[in-house]
């Protein structure tokens, strides 16, 4: 440390800053990664292994400080190490910038893999894009959300390594030429009309233990260098600043979007432009390694994160056949060997697709390999026998019905030989919904793989209070085997381990009710029960009926002066995207609900409200170790799987949630009993929206949500402006599409079984003990354990 910052910070003790004593110890730790991470590539070449490559458009990494130090074991000797120099560990942890190349739950799940690929020692590499911006800052004015630009970039990055001698050519535009070879067969070259140079910068991850170490590569945009623009503007520097800015676009800032396509040109070149460079880089270390280009499939498995880099599986088309001379059908049988897609949602509106003429106009000889694709496909279904004109209009990669369109969906699972989901219900739903027709087709291709997330993170490090607690009560080879978890049920009625377990919480909820306390300057008690519902706002995920059922309490309080309550703080935080305008109505409903409630004496301090501005991986990691009720309360059949469930799981949070997503396989595992299940399930929900989804009745016959509502719309919380959310409400009685009308009575009933549990600690305690003993099956080792033995046919 001492001598990375005489040396590679250049300053000394006296004139350090706490951000220079961060690079100094990032840097330090990172030296001491170094040695492994050779030592893994060197063996992933010698044993010649076969490789994974995860592409994934988002990455949401978060902090990497303690997180290496964890993994490598150094955290206590690099604790000790500072306070000798008088600095304090804890004060830099602080001042690390969240690495935030992600939106949610996709990006975030795409970072526990990296973790858990690591610690399995699989020779793997992540892609992506090295966005100078990430995904943008929350602020709330008036409880209103504005957005910020995120700058982690701005104090220099210590993790990443610039290697600026691994670039790639990325072609846009141009056009075909077309040659007839010897043998009478037509040759191909396109000749892009613009080119972008990929630059790559690693940042190596580490496994538990610091065993293994692989390499997130990430690529960064820049025009072609002087020389070679020079050819193409004879001089016209200004213009050649233009091109410059107009390459490096690529890489400014990541889409801020979780559900609807942008549907714009850049994002589409985004996605071409990594999955270019990656699939470049893959074949290149491929040929270094074996000179066999028909031995790809033997040697590589590609992940696909969602159809975001679909364009891969015609871009390695072209790859094999175009530039490697591979004939149609082998590349064909090698590209379907080599590809698997991972689908993370259902909303039709999230499915991406790209105009007919923008495919045309950006990538010619892309589009021409989709339509061969889509003869070839369409020609195989018509030997099948199953050729009527609705299959082969629905299972087309073009879709034909306003403007044409290509579904990257579509091309994601042809170009696979397995397509997974993410929870058991939603790969049962992907079955019988968006590839109902193609799973008829090929009914051995779709699998489930239940998302998991990293313990490390998750648990041993953003919960020392109860990592210390594990390890004394069943020893430290829990964080090895998490299996081990299952020991903690003995304890479950232990009333002397029932009190260290919420002492535990205890010291968790007084960190967190003062990091709420600097941040919106509300008062909680850590003795209330901590509620917490958070994540993206969106309609589905229904913050609004966590909202309501706030609301519906505040009343019954008022109402009720001399009955008891349990007291509650109601926790919430999240990103609206920026064009989302209901979600970020429902942000300023929460808050003007939240100003209203904790000002109100007659409340007698029973409720507090709080909305956590600026919701990232780094507070996730403060609010879910303090939590005691984690909220998964989304339309059943809506949320692929959640992780966020099982991150409050482990740390000891009881559910209250909706039969969706993993809820349902939380249940089977933490039983009945330990979890508080409300509300239609996905069939019920289905057959819901086809009666009709006007909810005048339902609300009617529900005294409770009424009074809720008619607050809401006569402005009791909106006392500035009234009909603020007189539409909301309106929306809500008579197009009801998420169901929180129809939900709302259960709702209730469910958090009263809440309040009943909590008002008896002892029981409360237990079902808590139980919740962290049962969950290790949701640990992100399991999951890629699985993907490795029945999607990638690599060894663990
Ligand atoms: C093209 C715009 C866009 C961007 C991102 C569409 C869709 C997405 C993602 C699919 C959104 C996402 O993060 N989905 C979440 O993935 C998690 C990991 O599998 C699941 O746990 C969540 O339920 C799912 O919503």
């Given amino acids: 440390m001492q001598r990375r910052l005489t040396y590679t910070v250049g300053k000394d003790n006296a004139d350090a800053s ?11 730790t990172r030296d001491r990664l170094v040695p492994s991470w050779l030592a893994s590539t060197k063996r992933n070449y010698r044993e010649d292994r076969r490789r994974v490559y995860y592409l994934s458009l988002e990455f949401l990494i978060g902090r990497l400080l303690i997180d290496t130090l964890t993994n490598l074991g150094l955290t206590e000797a690099m604790r000790d190490a500072l306070a000798e120099l008088g600095v304090d560990l804890d004060m830099l942890r602080a001042l690390e910038p969240d690495a935030a190349l992600g939106n949610g739950g996709l990006g975030r799940l795409a970072a526990c893999f990296m973790d858990s690929m690591a610690t399995l020692e699989i020779a793997a590499m992540g892609y992506g894009i090295r966005y100078d911006h990430g995904l943008f800052r929350q602020t709330l004015k008036d409880g209103w959300q504005h957005e910020y630009p995120e700058d982690w970039l701005s104090f220099g990055n210590s993790w990443q390594f610039p290697r600026p001698e691994i670039t790639y050519d990325v072609g846009f535009f141009g056009h075909i030429e077309s040659s007839r070879l010897a043998d009478g ?5 396109w000749r892009p009309g613009e080119t972008i140079v990929a630059v790559a910068y690693d940042t190596p991850v580490v496994g538990w233990r610091g065993k293994h170490v692989n390499t997130l590569r990430l690529w960064s945009a820049r025009a072609p260098d002087a020389l070679r623009l020079d050819a193409f503007n004879q001089g016209d520097h200004v213009g050649a600043q233009s091109e410059q800015a107009r390459a490096e676009a690529i890489s400014k800032v990541l889409y801020p979007s979780d559900s609807t396509p942008a549907g714009q040109e850049l994002r589409l070149r985004q996605e071409y432009f990594f999955a270019s460079a990656s699939l470049q880089d893959l074949i290149r270390r491929h040929m270094r390694q074996t000179g066999d280009i028909r031995r790809l499939a033997d040697k590589v498995a590609i992940q696909l994160n969602d159809t975001h880099p679909a364009i891969g599986v015609a871009e390695l088309m072209r790859l094999l056949v175009d530039v490697h001379g591979v004939g149609w059908k082998e590349a064909w049988r090698i590209t379907q060997a080599t590809f698997s897609y991972t689908n993370h949602t259902l909303l039709p509106e999230a499915l991406e697709t790209w105009p007919v003429q923008l495919m045309e106009r950006l990538l010619p000889r892309h589009m021409q390999i989709i339509y061969l694709i889509n003869a070839m496909h369409l020609d195989l279904l018509r030997e099948k026998g199953a050729s009527d004109a609705a299959t082969l209009s629905s299972v087309s990669l073009i879709d034909e019905r306003n403007g044409r369109h290509v579904r990257m969906g579509h091309l994601a699972f042809l170009g696979s030989h397995k397509v997974n989901g993410v929870s058991a219900l939603h790969s049962a739903l992907v079955k ?17 793989k239940t998302n998991g997330v990293t313990f490390r993170r998750w648990l041993l490090e953003a919960n020392p209070p109860l990592s210390r607690l594990l390890a004394d009560t069943i020893g430290a080879g829990v964080f090895d085997e998490p299996e081990r978890l299952i020991e903690l049920e003995k304890f479950a009625d232990d009333v002397e381990f029932q009190n260290r377990f919420a002492a535990a919480k205890r010291e968790n909820k007084a960190r967190l009710a003062t990091t709420v306390f600097e941040r ?3 008062r909680v008690d850590p003795a209330a029960l901590f509620d917490a519902q958070i994540k993206r706002i969106h309609e589905y995920k229904r913050q609004l009926l966590n909202v309501l059922e706030a609301v519906a309490f505040y009343q019954d309080i008022i109402a009720q002066p001399a009955r008891e309550f349990a007291p509650r703080v109601k926790i919430f935080a999240g990103k609206a995207a920026a064009s989302y305008h209901q979600a970020k109505l429902i942000i300023k409903l929460a808050n003007d609900v939240a100003k209203v409630v904790n000002a109100d004496p007659a409340t007698r301090g029973l409720l507090k409200i709080v909305f956590l501005p600026n919701y990232n991986v780094s507070l996730a990691e403060t609010i879910i170790p303090a939590a005691d009720l984690s909220e998964q309360i989304s339309t059943a059949g809506m949320e692929a799987s959640g992780t966020g469930n099982m991150k409050f799981a482990l740390n000891g949070a009881l559910t209250i949630g909706t039969l969706d997503g993993a809820n349902v396989e939380i249940r089977e ?6 979890i508080f ?6 069939r019920e929900v289905e057959e819901c929206r086809a009666k009709g989804i006007d909810a005048r009745e339902t609300i009617a016959a529900s005294p409770r949500l009424a009074e809720a509502l008619r607050a809401i719309a006569g402005g009791v919380f909106s006392p500035d402006d009234p009909h603020r959310y007189a539409q909301l409400v309106d929306t809500l009685t008579y197009y009801d599409h998420f169901l929180v009308a129809k939900d709302f009575d259960a709702y209730w009933e469910a958090q009263r079984r809440v309040d009943a549990r909590w008002r008896d600690q ?3 305690r237990r079902s808590s003990i139980l919740n962290t003993a049962r969950v290790a099956w949701f640990s992100s080792d399991r999951t890629i354990r699985e ?10």
């Fill in 18 to 28: 706490p951000r220079d004593w961060f690079v100094a110890t990032a840097l330090a």
């Fill in 185 to 189: 067969m037509l040759a191909h070259v």
């Fill in 432 to 448: 019988e919904t968006v590839f109902k027709d193609f799973h008829r087709l090929y009914p051995d291709r779709i699998v489930n």
């Fill in 520 to 522: 919106v300057g509300v």
């Fill in 669 to 674: 595992r933490v039983g009945d009993d330990n």
């Fill in 677 to 682: 299940i409300f509300g239609l399930t996905a």
């Fill in 762 to 764: 002892k029981a409360w």
């Fill in 787 to 796: 993907y490795a033995q029945e999607i990638w046919n690599v060894a663990v």
